[in-house]
């Protein structure tokens, strides 16, 4: 313990002898270990960005949409038959063992109206099942009552969006709003749920019941069709079986025959979501590996500089040695030197690493999330980097002739 005490005084003193060289070298470590908190401060923080908005959509979801259909020769695109009901939507939810629950969509826009204040939004014909299926609550009043839903009752969900800019501080419920000149009873609030991957504000939006959306807001040709049905499945292990008991049963509900195309799509937004997710992880193990070549990069910087230091320090290696230092005592003053090194550029490197990912959130407006772990890891690799890249050095310094060294100058 002793002789690595004396062993660190000396390495310290070699290291304050040349100032300007110390800092230096370890600017490639400083850089490098900013690069990497910074790297995976932004990369995380746009990962946890991502998962926070898939939560916000729900979980284990599945929407069903008309399909495409031909007319004179002419291929129309997905959704241009409208041939998805509302019994369509009650078949899944009872008789598909993988689904929780389901929900008819029959959305469009309206402009809102309360007083002399109005706002353009997106009116959801739905059922009382939407609010579990986009696990969604109510931050004040009540979701629909089935007997609303089925008596096409005049009455209304807001989002938040909505509510702010008809009622501004004052209290919605209970209030009369006219939604393309019909007026609609608010009964409930949704709570605050913020913008979507696609950057869309989820909180401008109104629900309504499917039934009172057909009969006075978007009426449909044929009574009971639905734009989409919103499907959410009982665990993510369920999506697969879930998808594939929906294709089963609406075949045989629309009597579509072995060989023939299906006249709906069935698509899995959370696994859509997941491989968002996925891909932003991907990128920031991606910018935190370019990050780390920079440590590489300091590493061989600190290497080429204690082989000059070597090389300047000949004679004094020889001194030690003749005044009865071992091989094993100047090998462990060079690497400690380079380990003192890399450390203290690691440790300026975290500090300049969080400074610049905090001026990166607030300058810039990204996502960061600084974890123990990544500081950590840069840390550790730094002092890993000194002993890596020293040892060489060390090992050429520890090999010297006394009676060669002394001679040299």
Same mark, same amino acid.
């Given at each position: 313990m002793?002789n690595?005490?004396s062993?660190a005084?000396?390495?310290?003193r070699?290291?304050r002898?040349?100032?300007?060289?110390?800092a230096?070298t370890?600017l490639?470590i400083?850089?490098?270990?900013?690069?990497v908190?910074?790297?995976?401060?932004?990369g995380?923080?746009?990962?946890? #960005?991502i998962s926070?908005?898939?939560?916000?959509v729900g979980?284990?979801?599945i929407?069903?949409?008309p399909g495409?259909?031909t007319a004179?020769?002419i291929?129309?695109g997905?959704?241009a038959?409208?041939?998805?009901?509302?019994?369509?939507?009650?078949?899944i939810?009872q008789?598909?063992?993988?689904v929780?629950t389901?929900?008819?969509?029959?959305?469009?826009s309206?402009?809102?109206i309360y007083?002399?204040?109005?706002w353009?939004?997106?009116?959801?014909?739905?059922?009382?099942?939407?609010?579990?299926v986009?696990?969604?609550t109510?931050?004040?009043?009540?979701n629909?009552?089935?007997?609303?839903i089925?008596?096409?009752?005049?009455?209304?969900?807001?989002?938040?969006?909505?509510?702010?800019n008809?009622f501004?501080?004052?209290?919605p419920?209970?209030?009369?709003?006219?939604i393309k000149?019909?007026?609609?009873?608010?009964?409930?609030?949704?709570?605050?749920?913020?913008?979507?991957?696609m950057?869309?504000?989820?909180?401008d939006?109104?629900?309504?019941?499917?039934s009172?959306?057909?009969r006075?807001?978007?009426?449909?040709?044929f009574?009971g069709t639905?734009r989409?049905i919103?499907?959410?499945?009982k665990s993510?292990?369920?999506?697969?079986?879930a998808?594939?008991?929906?294709?089963e049963l609406?075949?045989?509900?629309?009597?579509?025959?072995a060989?023939?195309?299906d006249?709906?799509?069935?698509r899995?937004?959370t696994?859509?979501?997941?491989?968002?997710?996925?891909a932003?992880?991907?990128m920031?193990?991606?910018?935190?590996?370019?990050?780390?070549?920079?440590?590489?990069?300091?590493?061989i910087?600190?290497?080429n500089?204690?082989?000059?230091?070597? @090389?300047?320090? @000949?004679?004094e290696?020889g001194?030690?040695?003749?005044?009865?230092? #071992?091989t094993?005592?100047?090998?462990?003053?060079?690497?400690i030197?380079?380990?003192?090194?890399s450390?203290?550029g690691?440790?300026?490197?975290?500090?300049l690493g969080i400074?610049?990912a905090?001026?990166?959130s607030f300058?810039?407006g990204w996502?960061?999330?600084i974890?123990?772990?990544?500081i950590?890891?840069?840390?550790?690799?730094?002092?890993?980097?000194g002993?890596f890249?020293g040892?060489?050095?060390?090992?050429?310094?520890?090999l010297?002739n006394?009676?060669?060294?002394?001679?040299h100058?």
């Open positions: 002793i690595f005490l062993t005084k000396i390495s310290l070699a290291l002898a040349n100032k300007m060289r110390s230096l370890m490639g400083i850089i490098g270990v900013a690069a908190i910074t790297m995976l401060a932004v995380r923080g746009a990962s946890n #960005k926070e908005q898939i939560a916000t979980s284990n979801l929407i069903v949409l495409s259909t004179s020769g291929r129309l997905s959704g038959f409208q041939n998805l009901t509302r019994a369509d939507a009650e078949a939810r008789e598909c063992s993988a929780a389901t929900a008819p969509i029959l959305n469009g309206a402009q809102i007083g002399n204040a109005n353009p939004s997106v009116v959801f014909g739905t059922d009382e099942n939407m609010l579990e986009r696990d969604w109510l931050s004040a009043g009540r629909f009552y089935d007997q609303e089925r008596s096409a009752a005049k009455v209304c969900l807001l989002g938040q969006t909505v509510v702010d008809l501004g501080n004052d209290d419920l209970h209030k009369t709003v006219r000149k019909v007026p609609f009873v608010v009964i409930g609030v949704l709570a605050p749920k913020g913008q979507s991957m950057g869309q504000d989820q909180d939006i109104v629900y309504a019941p499917v009172a959306a057909q006075n807001l978007f009426g449909r040709s009574p639905v989409s919103m499907v959410k499945a993510t292990e369920d999506l697969d079986r998808e594939q008991q929906i294709k609406l075949r045989q509900r629309h009597r579509i025959g060989g023939q195309e006249d709906f799509t069935v899995n937004l696994q859509m979501m997941q491989m968002a997710e996925q932003s992880r991907v920031a193990l991606l910018l935190a590996a370019i990050a780390g070549v920079s440590l590489l990069v300091g590493g910087g600190i290497m500089i204690m082989l000059v230091s070597v @090389t300047e320090r @000949t004679r290696i001194i030690r040695m003749a005044v009865g230092a #071992k094993w005592d100047i090998r462990l003053q060079f690497i030197e380079a380990m003192i090194l450390l203290i690691g440790l300026i490197g975290v500090l400074l610049f905090e001026l990166l300058f810039a996502t960061i999330l974890s123990t772990y990544s950590l890891l840069s840390f550790g690799f730094s002092g890993l980097v002993i890249f040892f060489y050095p060390a090992y050429k310094a520890s010297m006394p009676i060669d060294a002394l001679r100058e």
